[in-house]
């Protein structure tokens, strides 16, 4: 069974928000297919950019996104505007966790 775009991002939001994070849709995209680019930030800084992507098993992992601009946040927000305007269908999700263990935790359990 394969789950929704929507569905992912809603799991993700309320798995978050548990944990005593926070999670905010940035953008939505299309409800059942469509791409989902997350932006990851500890306490408020060092966003990174991480995009799930197939695994030759057919599971899939979150991966980050290398810029060469982590940690700023006006080039994150351009790179993230940038592929909406060549994938309208893509979601951005924001999430900001305690810790990268946390972060890395989510990204585990969504894969």
């Not at 939505?28 to 098993?57: N, W």
């Amino acid at each position: 069974m394969r789950f929704t775009s929507e569905f992912r991002v809603s799991a993700l939001q309320k798995l978050t928000e548990a944990q005593g994070g926070f999670a905010t849709v940035l953008r939505k995209g299309d409800q059942l297919s469509g791409a989902i680019l997350l932006v990851g930030q500890i306490k408020g800084s060092d966003p990174v950019i991480y995009e799930r992507f197939p695994e030759l098993d057919g599971s899939f992992s979150w991966h980050p996104i290398i810029l060469g601009v982590e940690g700023n946040d006006t080039e994150i927000t351009k790179y993230w505007k940038s592929r909406t305007k060549s994938d309208p269908d893509l979601w951005v999700l924001e999430l900001d966790v305690a810790s990268k263990e946390r972060l890395n935790g989510l990204l585990v359990a969504e894969s």
